[in-house]
């Protein structure tokens, strides 16, 4: 194949693939452009395609560094890798090293916002917790989550997954089996059904507080 760069945007060859996969990874990209005549950015360009990594670290420049800085804060990291013609992690751990952050990236919650959130949570509401720790609702309510926390009961709201699940098995199930599949005391459980006005099948009483508490008697004598 003729060396000197080649006019324009020109097919890849089988042969020049190969190259490209076995020479590639051991840090030998220039090597690839003289022997197939391509220009260097091409054949990084074209490894980046084909996700080929150079086993061999390849050291930053005090240019990419200083293009590093200007644009992560603003710029999708796969963009910016792209026009580095460097991995995503590879351009996540360099800015990680500078210290570099995202104008978008999430703030990390400090231990005294944990603690005050361990606090706060079993009996305040999502807004309330927000608004005295400074964070959105949203964010609340994830890292409550993450750390498994969990209301009480009374406090905890109910779903509507968990009331599709009482309408559907109140009729042929028991309280305690509910309270069993919702994580949830058969207080709190039967307090739910009588407020939903659910009624067993095939009962001969109306009184829905009765059958309640002839149910849940029976549950406590097991």
């Known amino acids: 194949m ?17 190259l490209l996969r076995r020479l590639f990874p051991k840090g030998r990209a220039r090597e ?51 026009r580095l013609r460097r991995s995503s992690d590879a351009v996540g751990n360099k800015a990680l090293s500078l210290g570099l952050r995202r104008t978008d990236a999430p703030v ?33 309510a994830n890292k409550a989550h993450n750390m498994g926390l969990r209301k009480p009961d009374r406090y905890r709201l109910w779903s509507n997954e968990e009331i599709n699940l009482l309408k559907e098995l109140y009729p042929t199930t028991t309280a305690r089996e509910l309270a069993d ?10 307090q739910r059904i009588v407020k939903l006005g659910l009624k067993k099948r095939k009962r001969k ?18």
């Open 205 to 222: 009483t109306t009184s829905q507080n009765r059958c309640w508490q002839r149910e849940t008697k029976q549950d406590r004598q097991k």
């Open 108 to 140: 990390p919650w400090s231990m005294q916002e944990k603690k005050l959130l361990e606090k706060l949570f079993p009996h305040n509401s999502l807004r309330d917790i927000a608004s005295q720790i400074g964070r959105t609702v949203h964010s609340v």
């Open 32 to 82: 690839i452009a003289d022997q197939i005549g391509r220009p260097l950015t091409a054949v990084r360009q074209k490894a980046y395609a084909m996700g080929l990594k150079t086993k061999q670290y390849r050291w930053w420049s005090a240019n990419e560094v200083e293009l590093l800085k200007k644009l992560y804060p603003n710029e999708k990291p796969q963009t910016l890798a792209h």
């Open 2 to 18: 003729e060396k000197g760069k080649k006019p324009g945007w020109v097919h890849w060859s089988q042969e020049e693939l190969r």
């Open 181 to 190: 599949k919702t994580g949830r005391s058969i207080q709190a459980v039967g």
